[in-house]
Protein backbone atom coordinates (compact mmCIF):
# COMPACT_ATOMS: atom_id res chain seq x y z
CA UNK A 1 0.00 0.00 0.00
CA UNK A 2 1.09 3.64 -0.20
CA UNK A 3 -0.66 6.79 0.60
CA UNK A 4 -0.67 9.79 -0.57
CA UNK A 5 -1.93 13.38 0.97
CA UNK A 6 -3.29 10.74 3.49
CA UNK A 7 -5.18 8.40 0.82
CA UNK A 8 -4.20 5.01 1.05
CA UNK A 9 -3.98 3.44 -2.01
CA UNK A 10 -3.86 -0.40 -2.25
CA UNK A 11 -5.90 -3.67 -2.95
CA UNK A 12 -7.84 -3.07 0.19
CA UNK A 13 -8.73 0.60 -1.18
CA UNK A 14 -10.94 2.26 -4.09
CA UNK A 15 -9.03 2.80 -6.70
CA UNK A 16 -7.72 6.24 -6.57
CA UNK A 17 -8.42 8.47 -9.84
CA UNK A 18 -5.63 11.00 -10.88
CA UNK A 19 -7.18 13.54 -13.44
CA UNK A 20 -3.94 14.55 -15.77
CA UNK A 21 -3.86 17.81 -16.93
CA UNK A 22 -0.84 17.69 -19.34
CA UNK A 23 -1.54 21.11 -22.14
CA UNK A 24 -4.73 21.03 -21.34
CA UNK A 25 -4.97 23.81 -20.13
CA UNK A 26 -4.08 25.38 -23.80
CA UNK A 27 -1.37 28.28 -22.70
CA UNK A 28 -4.39 29.79 -20.19
CA UNK A 29 -4.00 29.95 -16.50
CA UNK A 30 -7.46 30.29 -15.75
CA UNK A 31 -8.39 27.21 -18.10
CA UNK A 32 -5.63 25.44 -15.96
CA UNK A 33 -7.80 26.09 -12.42
CA UNK A 34 -11.07 25.30 -14.45
CA UNK A 35 -9.60 22.11 -15.54
CA UNK A 36 -8.92 21.49 -11.42
CA UNK A 37 -12.60 22.82 -10.43
CA UNK A 38 -14.11 19.78 -13.18
CA UNK A 39 -11.81 17.06 -11.61
CA UNK A 40 -12.72 17.80 -8.03
CA UNK A 41 -16.32 17.93 -9.37
CA UNK A 42 -16.08 14.81 -10.82
CA UNK A 43 -14.84 13.24 -8.11
CA UNK A 44 -10.86 12.51 -8.70
CA UNK A 45 -9.12 12.35 -6.19
CA UNK A 46 -5.62 13.95 -7.18
CA UNK A 47 -4.60 16.10 -10.53
CA UNK A 48 -1.25 16.09 -12.11
CA UNK A 49 0.61 18.15 -14.10
CA UNK A 50 3.86 17.70 -16.26
CA UNK A 51 6.46 20.27 -14.92
CA UNK A 52 9.40 21.06 -17.51
CA UNK A 53 10.66 23.60 -20.08
CA UNK A 54 11.43 23.17 -23.34
CA UNK A 55 15.31 23.35 -22.64
CA UNK A 56 14.94 21.08 -20.04
CA UNK A 57 13.68 18.31 -21.78
CA UNK A 58 14.84 18.79 -25.66
CA UNK A 59 16.95 21.10 -27.10
CA UNK A 60 15.74 23.39 -30.50
CA UNK A 61 17.02 21.36 -33.10
CA UNK A 62 15.12 20.29 -36.61
CA UNK A 63 16.78 17.61 -37.41
CA UNK A 64 15.01 13.94 -37.93
CA UNK A 65 15.68 12.73 -35.00
CA UNK A 66 13.85 15.93 -32.77
CA UNK A 67 10.42 15.64 -35.14
CA UNK A 68 7.84 13.29 -34.79
CA UNK A 69 6.76 10.98 -37.54
CA UNK A 70 5.09 12.30 -40.45
CA UNK A 71 2.16 9.82 -39.74
CA UNK A 72 1.51 10.10 -36.29
CA UNK A 73 -1.99 10.99 -35.65
CA UNK A 74 -1.96 13.87 -33.81
CA UNK A 75 1.50 15.58 -33.59
CA UNK A 76 2.45 14.16 -37.22
CA UNK A 77 5.64 15.96 -38.11
CA UNK A 78 6.33 18.23 -34.93
CA UNK A 79 9.30 19.36 -33.84
CA UNK A 80 9.67 18.04 -29.79
CA UNK A 81 11.07 21.63 -28.87
CA UNK A 82 7.83 23.10 -30.33
CA UNK A 83 5.01 20.83 -29.16
CA UNK A 84 6.61 20.83 -25.55
CA UNK A 85 6.80 24.93 -25.98
CA UNK A 86 2.85 24.64 -26.63
CA UNK A 87 1.90 21.92 -23.90
CA UNK A 88 4.49 23.09 -21.27
CA UNK A 89 3.15 24.45 -17.76
CA UNK A 90 4.62 27.77 -17.11
CA UNK A 91 6.60 27.25 -14.27
CA UNK A 92 5.13 30.64 -11.95
CA UNK A 93 1.37 28.52 -12.83
CA UNK A 94 2.33 25.28 -10.72
CA UNK A 95 1.93 27.28 -6.87
CA UNK A 96 -1.39 28.85 -8.07
CA UNK A 97 -2.29 25.32 -9.08
CA UNK A 98 -1.66 23.22 -6.35
CA UNK A 99 -3.23 25.99 -4.05
CA UNK A 100 -6.55 25.82 -6.08
CA UNK A 101 -6.46 21.99 -5.74
CA UNK A 102 -5.71 22.04 -2.34
CA UNK A 103 -8.80 24.41 -1.87
CA UNK A 104 -11.25 22.13 -3.70
CA UNK A 105 -9.66 19.15 -1.77
CA UNK A 106 -7.55 17.29 -4.40
CA UNK A 107 -3.70 16.43 -3.93
CA UNK A 108 -1.77 17.83 -6.56
CA UNK A 109 1.66 16.71 -8.01
CA UNK A 110 3.50 16.52 -11.03
CA UNK A 111 5.80 14.84 -13.06
CA UNK A 112 9.06 15.90 -13.36
CA UNK A 113 11.42 15.88 -16.18
CA UNK A 114 14.95 17.14 -14.84
CA UNK A 115 16.65 17.70 -11.18
CA UNK A 116 15.46 21.47 -11.90
CA UNK A 117 11.80 20.43 -11.42
CA UNK A 118 12.17 18.53 -8.47
CA UNK A 119 13.93 21.20 -6.59
CA UNK A 120 10.51 23.37 -7.85
CA UNK A 121 7.98 20.31 -6.62
CA UNK A 122 9.64 20.04 -3.48
CA UNK A 123 9.53 23.87 -2.98
CA UNK A 124 6.32 23.47 -3.21
CA UNK A 125 5.63 20.33 -1.06
CA UNK A 126 4.55 17.98 -3.60
CA UNK A 127 2.74 14.81 -2.01
CA UNK A 128 4.11 12.25 -4.85
CA UNK A 129 6.03 12.10 -7.60
CA UNK A 130 5.10 10.74 -11.20
CA UNK A 131 8.01 9.35 -13.49
CA UNK A 132 6.88 9.77 -17.52
CA UNK A 133 6.98 6.46 -19.39
CA UNK A 134 10.14 8.04 -21.62
CA UNK A 135 11.81 8.95 -18.55
CA UNK A 136 11.56 5.28 -16.95
CA UNK A 137 15.20 4.68 -18.26
CA UNK A 138 16.42 7.96 -16.51
CA UNK A 139 17.68 6.51 -13.49
CA UNK A 140 19.39 9.18 -11.64
CA UNK A 141 16.17 11.23 -11.97
CA UNK A 142 14.33 8.37 -10.33
CA UNK A 143 16.65 8.09 -7.59
CA UNK A 144 16.41 11.77 -7.18
CA UNK A 145 13.07 11.48 -7.08
CA UNK A 146 13.21 8.56 -4.87
CA UNK A 147 15.50 10.23 -2.26
CA UNK A 148 12.94 13.15 -1.31
CA UNK A 149 10.73 10.41 0.78
CA UNK A 150 7.99 10.52 -1.07
CA UNK A 151 5.37 8.37 -3.00
CA UNK A 152 6.80 7.44 -6.58
CA UNK A 153 4.68 6.43 -9.41
CA UNK A 154 6.54 4.84 -12.50
CA UNK A 155 4.73 4.32 -16.37
CA UNK A 156 6.16 1.53 -17.53
CA UNK A 157 5.36 2.49 -21.40
CA UNK A 158 7.44 0.80 -23.99
CA UNK A 159 9.40 -0.65 -21.30
CA UNK A 160 11.17 -4.18 -21.20
CA UNK A 161 10.62 -6.55 -18.37
CA UNK A 162 14.19 -5.18 -17.41
CA UNK A 163 13.98 -1.62 -17.61
CA UNK A 164 11.16 -2.11 -15.19
CA UNK A 165 13.21 -3.93 -12.81
CA UNK A 166 16.10 -1.92 -13.08
CA UNK A 167 13.61 1.15 -12.42
CA UNK A 168 12.11 -0.30 -9.38
CA UNK A 169 15.84 -1.34 -7.72
CA UNK A 170 17.07 2.35 -8.55
CA UNK A 171 14.19 3.79 -6.85
CA UNK A 172 13.75 1.16 -3.81
CA UNK A 173 17.70 1.52 -3.55
CA UNK A 174 17.56 5.43 -2.92
CA UNK A 175 15.08 4.86 -0.38
CA UNK A 176 12.00 4.78 -1.74
CA UNK A 177 8.93 2.76 0.47
CA UNK A 178 6.02 3.71 -1.18
CA UNK A 179 5.87 2.92 -4.77
CA UNK A 180 2.99 2.43 -7.32
CA UNK A 181 3.56 0.46 -10.94
CA UNK A 182 1.68 1.52 -13.91
CA UNK A 183 0.91 -0.98 -17.00
CA UNK A 184 0.51 1.89 -19.84
CA UNK A 185 0.65 2.31 -23.57
CA UNK A 186 2.54 5.10 -24.33
CA UNK A 187 0.88 6.13 -27.75
CA UNK A 188 -1.51 8.46 -28.13
CA UNK A 189 -4.17 8.22 -28.45
CA UNK A 190 -3.48 3.93 -27.43
CA UNK A 191 -5.66 1.35 -29.34
CA UNK A 192 -7.49 -0.48 -26.36
CA UNK A 193 -6.20 -4.17 -27.80
CA UNK A 194 -2.67 -3.08 -27.49
CA UNK A 195 -3.47 -2.52 -23.27
CA UNK A 196 -3.01 -6.28 -22.29
CA UNK A 197 -4.21 -5.27 -19.28
CA UNK A 198 -3.98 -9.14 -18.29
CA UNK A 199 -0.37 -8.12 -17.52
CA UNK A 200 -1.41 -6.39 -14.65
CA UNK A 201 -1.18 -9.31 -11.97
CA UNK A 202 2.29 -10.12 -13.54
CA UNK A 203 3.52 -6.17 -13.33
CA UNK A 204 2.39 -6.72 -9.44
CA UNK A 205 4.16 -9.85 -9.19
CA UNK A 206 7.71 -8.83 -10.64
CA UNK A 207 7.53 -5.78 -9.04
CA UNK A 208 6.19 -6.23 -5.69
CA UNK A 209 4.62 -2.68 -5.75
CA UNK A 210 1.12 -1.22 -5.81
CA UNK A 211 -0.15 -1.73 -9.53
CA UNK A 212 -2.29 1.00 -11.79
CA UNK A 213 -3.11 2.18 -14.97
CA UNK A 214 -2.07 4.90 -17.29
CA UNK A 215 -4.61 4.85 -20.00
CA UNK A 216 -4.32 6.60 -23.20
CA UNK A 217 -7.55 4.32 -25.00
CA UNK A 218 -10.53 6.36 -25.53
CA UNK A 219 -13.32 6.18 -23.11
CA UNK A 220 -13.14 4.64 -19.62
CA UNK A 221 -14.07 0.70 -20.73
CA UNK A 222 -9.98 -0.06 -20.52
CA UNK A 223 -9.50 1.85 -17.26
CA UNK A 224 -12.42 -0.12 -15.61
CA UNK A 225 -11.41 -3.11 -16.33
CA UNK A 226 -7.88 -2.85 -15.16
CA UNK A 227 -9.54 -2.76 -11.94
CA UNK A 228 -10.89 -6.21 -11.85
CA UNK A 229 -7.25 -6.93 -12.88
CA UNK A 230 -5.83 -5.20 -9.86
CA UNK A 231 -5.28 -1.55 -10.83
CA UNK A 232 -4.97 0.16 -7.53
CA UNK A 233 -4.90 3.89 -9.27
CA UNK A 234 -5.83 4.94 -12.82
CA UNK A 235 -4.55 8.33 -14.28
CA UNK A 236 -6.28 9.60 -17.26
CA UNK A 237 -5.64 13.07 -19.24
CA UNK A 238 -8.76 15.63 -18.86
CA UNK A 239 -9.58 18.45 -20.74
CA UNK A 240 -12.81 20.64 -20.41
CA UNK A 241 -13.54 19.79 -24.04
CA UNK A 242 -12.62 17.87 -27.13
CA UNK A 243 -14.01 20.18 -29.40
CA UNK A 244 -11.89 22.92 -27.81
CA UNK A 245 -8.73 21.43 -29.40
CA UNK A 246 -5.51 20.84 -27.90
CA UNK A 247 -1.97 19.21 -27.67
CA UNK A 248 -3.88 16.05 -25.58
CA UNK A 249 -7.42 16.61 -26.20
CA UNK A 250 -7.96 13.60 -28.25
CA UNK A 251 -7.37 11.26 -25.78
CA UNK A 252 -8.95 13.21 -22.89
CA UNK A 253 -11.93 12.74 -20.96
CA UNK A 254 -14.21 15.60 -20.59
CA UNK A 255 -15.47 15.95 -16.94
CA UNK A 256 -18.78 13.72 -17.23
CA UNK A 257 -17.12 11.47 -18.73
CA UNK A 258 -14.42 11.58 -15.92
CA UNK A 259 -17.33 11.25 -13.04
CA UNK A 260 -18.25 7.99 -14.42
CA UNK A 261 -14.92 6.78 -14.41
CA UNK A 262 -14.72 7.39 -10.37
CA UNK A 263 -17.70 5.63 -9.99
CA UNK A 264 -17.61 2.96 -12.28
CA UNK A 265 -13.99 2.29 -11.15
CA UNK A 266 -14.85 2.34 -7.79
CA UNK A 267 -17.99 -0.05 -8.67
CA UNK A 268 -16.31 -2.26 -10.25
CA UNK A 269 -13.74 -2.19 -6.91
CA UNK A 270 -16.11 -3.28 -4.59
CA UNK A 271 -17.78 -5.98 -7.33
CA UNK A 272 -15.04 -7.84 -7.06
CA UNK A 273 -16.16 -8.86 -3.47
CA UNK A 274 -14.05 -12.44 -2.83
CA UNK A 275 -13.83 -15.80 -4.39
CA UNK A 276 -16.74 -18.11 -2.79
CA UNK A 277 -19.84 -19.03 -4.96
CA UNK A 278 -23.15 -19.12 -2.80
CA UNK A 279 -26.05 -17.39 -1.58
CA UNK A 280 -25.37 -13.66 -0.66
CA UNK A 281 -27.07 -11.56 1.79
CA UNK A 282 -28.84 -9.36 -0.63
CA UNK A 283 -30.21 -12.45 -1.73
CA UNK A 284 -32.18 -13.93 1.37
CA UNK A 285 -35.96 -12.01 0.05
CA UNK A 286 -35.53 -13.74 -3.21
CA UNK A 287 -34.51 -17.31 -1.46
CA UNK A 288 -38.27 -17.06 -0.64
CA UNK A 289 -39.53 -17.05 -3.83
CA UNK A 290 -37.92 -20.10 -5.77
CA UNK A 291 -39.89 -22.63 -6.99
CA UNK A 292 -41.08 -25.76 -4.80
CA UNK A 293 -44.19 -28.03 -5.17
CA UNK A 294 -47.37 -26.63 -4.15
CA UNK A 295 -50.95 -27.85 -3.88
CA UNK A 296 -52.80 -26.07 -6.66
CA UNK A 297 -56.20 -26.45 -6.26
CA UNK A 298 -58.36 -27.41 -3.33
CA UNK A 299 -58.07 -31.65 -2.33
CA UNK A 300 -59.59 -34.15 -0.29
CA UNK A 301 -57.79 -36.66 1.88
CA UNK A 302 -57.47 -39.48 0.09
CA UNK A 303 -57.80 -37.93 -2.82
CA UNK A 304 -54.18 -39.26 -5.68
CA UNK A 305 -51.79 -36.40 -6.25
CA UNK A 306 -51.08 -35.63 -10.23
CA UNK A 307 -50.65 -33.53 -12.08
CA UNK A 308 -53.34 -30.80 -12.30
CA UNK A 309 -53.58 -30.77 -8.06
CA UNK A 310 -49.53 -30.10 -7.22
CA UNK A 311 -47.00 -27.66 -9.53
CA UNK A 312 -43.83 -26.12 -9.53
CA UNK A 313 -44.37 -23.01 -8.87
CA UNK A 314 -43.05 -20.16 -7.00
CA UNK A 315 -42.47 -19.74 -3.69
CA UNK A 316 -40.07 -21.73 -2.03
CA UNK A 317 -41.85 -23.95 1.07
CA UNK A 318 -42.75 -27.32 -0.74
CA UNK A 319 -40.47 -29.87 -2.12
CA UNK A 320 -38.02 -29.76 -4.40
CA UNK A 321 -39.53 -29.20 -7.78
CA UNK A 322 -37.58 -32.69 -8.88
CA UNK A 323 -39.36 -34.70 -6.53
CA UNK A 324 -42.59 -33.84 -8.72
CA UNK A 325 -42.40 -37.54 -10.07
CA UNK A 326 -41.48 -39.54 -7.14
CA UNK A 327 -44.94 -37.99 -5.77
CA UNK A 328 -47.42 -38.30 -8.46
CA UNK A 329 -49.50 -41.41 -7.70
CA UNK A 330 -49.33 -41.18 -3.99
CA UNK A 331 -52.55 -39.64 -1.78
CA UNK A 332 -53.32 -37.36 0.49
CA UNK A 333 -53.22 -37.97 4.11
CA UNK A 334 -55.88 -35.47 4.96
CA UNK A 335 -57.50 -31.93 3.06
CA UNK A 336 -55.33 -29.08 1.87
CA UNK A 337 -56.53 -26.32 0.65
CA UNK A 338 -55.71 -24.32 -2.75
CA UNK A 339 -51.57 -22.70 -1.83
CA UNK A 340 -50.28 -25.27 0.90
CA UNK A 341 -47.11 -26.17 0.49
CA UNK A 342 -46.29 -29.43 -0.46
CA UNK A 343 -44.68 -31.52 2.30
CA UNK A 344 -44.28 -34.87 2.97
CA UNK A 345 -46.57 -34.90 5.89
CA UNK A 346 -49.45 -34.45 3.41
CA UNK A 347 -48.72 -37.55 1.75
Not at 176 to 195: G, I, N, Q
Not at 317 to 335: M, W, Y
Amino acid sequence: MISIAGRPIGPGHPPYVVAEMSGNHGGDLDRALAIVDAAAGAGAHAVKLQTYRPDTITIDADGPAFRIGADHRLWGGASLYRLYERAQTPWEWHERIFAHAARRGLAAFSSPFDPTAVELLESLGVPAYKIASSEIVDLPLIRLAARTGKPLIVSTGMATVEEVCAAVRAAREAGCAELAVLACTASYPARPEESHLRALPLLREITGAVVGLSDHTPGIGAAVAAVALGACLVEKHVTLSRADGGVDAAFSLEPAELSALVTESERAWRALGEARIGPRPGEREGLRFRRSLYVVRDVRAGEPVTELNIRSIRPAGGLHPDLAATVLGRRFTRDAAKGTPLTWDLL
